[in-house]
């Protein structure tokens, strides 16, 4: 993220862009957290964001490749306003339906006391 509001997905070793997006944040960008699970869907291949900027606005992104040229396209949700004010920290969690399955319960524990 970027002081102007502007996300970009960079392919670090190609030092390209795959993607970039300038109309979510009207605010300088505060902080951007990848995430490790899929954000849309059930597609593994499929990389997830969520973006917070310095008016309090934050937006969870999904970012798929297109099988037609690898092109990326994202999809958006914004998950605050920004009127609850500005977000000082971030920390983007999976689902909980993505722990469980890595998990192998189903949040019984297994354990025998009270």
């Excluded at 970039?20 to 505060?30: A, G």
């Amino acid at each position: 993220g970027y002081g102007s509001g502007v996300i970009i997905l960079w392919d670090i070793f190609k030092e390209s862009i795959l993607k970039s997006t300038d109309d979510l944040h009207t605010s300088p960008i505060t902080s951007v957290r990848l995430t490790s699970f899929p954000m849309a869907g059930n597609d593994k291949s499929n990389i997830g964001a969520v973006s917070v900027d310095a008016g309090g606005l934050v937006n969870k992104l999904a970012f798929s490749k297109g099988m037609l040229w690898s092109t990326y396209s994202v999809e958006t949700e914004c998950l605050l306003d920004g009127t609850a004010g500005q977000i000082l920290a971030m920390e983007a969690l999976p689902p909980l339906d993505f722990v469980e399955g890595k998990c192998g319960s189903t949040g019984t524990g297994g354990s025998d006391g009270p």
